[in-house]
Nanobody, 119 residues
Framework: QVQLQESGPGLVKPSQTLSLTCTVS??????????WSWIRQPPGKGPEWMGV???????YYSPSLKSRIYISRDTSKNQFSLQLSSVTPEDTAVYYC???????????WGQGTQVTVSS
């Protein structure tokens, strides 16, 4: 059974970089042909797909975030990570990692982690 666990600071100051890591167990992030996504849900709003890293390390990002987002991986630790730069209070949300390349086809979800952007 695939399990995903988000980790990282719950509070980030405006203009700084939000950094989260997803640790995957029960499956390899390099297995053909799975993809691994970051999704967030601001308070009172629906989920927003942020970006994805595929089994071969290729990435694709939401156009609305492309200038600020970076997704990477550490295959030796079976982890993938999110960096979102120049954050504002509008980036406050629950952040999820997941297996799949879009919200409709997600197969496994992490439990989510709250990140608040505030000074």
């Amino acid at each position: 059974q695939v399990q995903l666990q988000e980790s990282g600071p719950g509070l980030v100051k405006p203009s700084q970089t939000l950094s989260l890591t997803c640790t995957v167990s029960g499956g390899s992030i390099t297995t053909n042909y799975f993809s691994w996504s970051w999704i967030r849900q601001p308070p009172g709003k629906g989920p927003e797909w942020m970006g994805v890293i595929a089994y071969d390390g290729s990435t694709y990002y939401s156009p609305s975030l492309k200038s600020r987002i970076y997704i990477s991986r550490d295959t030796s630790k079976n982890q993938f990570s999110l960096q979102l730069s120049s954050v504002t209070p509008e980036d406050t949300a629950v952040y999820y990692c997941a297996r799949g390349d879009n919200i409709a086809t997600i197969e496994y979800w992490g439990q989510g982690t709250q990140v608040t952007v505030s000074s």
